[in-house]
């Protein structure tokens, strides 16, 4: 049961990953990037989702462990 909501966690984490990636690279095409830094802006975005899922994740585990 744990293994499947870690799974689908993930599985979420990468979606909305890949849709604010998407989302930015099409803004800034929009905004006249070239596609390299159009590429450039979504790859940090993407980043940016993962890092925040993983920071959520911790600080949620450091309390979860707190509350023991």
């Known amino acids: 049961m744990v ?3 870690v799974l ?5 984490v990468a979606v909305v990953g890949l849709l604010a990636a998407a989302a930015a690279a099409k803004l800034a095409r929009l905004a006249g990037a070239t596609y390299p830094q159009a590429l450039t802006r979504a790859a ?3 980043a940016a989702a993962v890092n925040l899922a993983a920071t959520v994740t911790a600080a949620l585990a450091a309390l979860a462990a707190a509350n023991r």
């Open 3 to 5: 293994l499947a909501l």
């Open 8 to 12: 689908t966690g993930a599985a979420l």
């Open 44 to 46: 940090h975005t993407f």
